[in-house]
């Protein structure tokens, strides 16, 4: 009940924010909201001053430190940008472990996150996979590592809110010498090599208002940290604006385009994949928990299947068994040929004793429209500098 209550108000919220929301009391509400954000960068500000001015200083671990991340909240493609990074460092001759906080993984009971927390005991780094297994699951590990995990062998992936010691833990214990930072970029106590920023094409910055008003974590002009940016979700027409606007924010930055290209459709439960051509003319069900749903829409459309019913939730949703199965027989009511959903879905599906409709997740990886040159030099210099 608790997170159901928790997923209506994160919607409301997102309406009132993207002021779909109208009336009296979203206006004020809105107003508020204004003020907090005011609040809220100058925080920022005074935390990124603290750092440049060394009042307060990173950790260094002797090693190379990867930063992904991005200036907004949710929604730029961030994890098939991890996986492509960590795989081309990988094949270079690193040894890689990824660092994530494992946003909204299953935690310790509340009492006793309390009670470690009066003891000063500190949360341990748990791993997801050492390269070889899989040794969590996705509600352990959280949606985006079990995902990294399951698509990366000999990469390592680690969960812990303190990714200075999830790093201690990868450099000593497992002898990893490059560290990707997954959702880093504001993750100061740790010190980046190199800051990657991705920035969706088809939302830059939202209203350009931070938290809690807008979606920005920080103000647009902080851009200015960033040694490579990805403009995501990108129709490889040059996205001239956008590339003057983060060159007049960051005159230094590589900046490449990229897209996030389906493969492939895989079946979650037998694991079996099919090209994705069975899609044309294919009546679907679609099933998504993701920040910007109607991009998964759009995009089976593209590869040719009718969409009959879209079944949204808020990003990060855990499915239950019963709402899988409401699902299934609802779609069999609609006479369509299979459900599909996303990757990220996927890792949330429950286990069903019976399957009586096809149930797919597309598979994207990422393809660069412009900038590989300078890609493949960043790997390099990463790799032997």
Known sequence: MAGKLGEELESYMLEVISDRKKGKWPTT??????QLSLLFRSLVQLRLKLYKNGIMRPHTLGCQVISVGNLTV??????????VFARSLTESGRKVAILSRGYKREKPPFSERMK????????QPKLVSDGDRLLLDSAQSGDEPFMLASNLPNVSVIVCKDRVGAGRYATKKLGCDTLILDDGFQYLRLRHRLDIVLVDRTNPFGNRNVLPRGVLREPIKNIKRAGFIFITKSNGDG?????????????????????HSA???????SKEEKPLEILKGLKVVAVSGIAVPQGFEDELVRLGATVVKHFTYTDHHRYTQQEIIDIVNES?????????????????????E????????????????????????????????
């Not at 996205?239 to 897209?259: F, G, H, M, Q, V």
């Not at 493969?263 to 439960?269: G, L, N, Q, S």
């Not at 009586?356 to 500098?385: A, K, T």
């Open 354 to 385: 019976r399957r009586d409709i096809p149930i797919y997740f597309l598979r994207v990886e990422i393809e660069l429209f412009s900038g590989s040159e300078e890609f493949n030099d960043w790997i390099n210099r990463i790799c032997f500098n």
């Open 74 to 83: 949710g929604g730029t493609g961030k994890t098939p940008v991890v996986e």
């Open 332 to 352: 069999i009511e609609l006479k369509v040929d299979a459900i599909l959903t996303t990757e990220k879905d996927a890792v949330r599906f429950p286990r069903l």
């Open 116 to 123: 470690n927390k009066f003891k000063g005991v500190k949360e």
């Open 263 to 269: 493969k492939y459709v895989r079946d979650i439960y």
């Open 29 to 34: 509400l809105r107003i508020m909201l204004k």
């Open 239 to 259: 996205a001239k604006e956008l590339r003057d606007e983060l060159r007049k924010l960051n005159p230094t930055a590589e900046i490449s385009e990229c897209r």
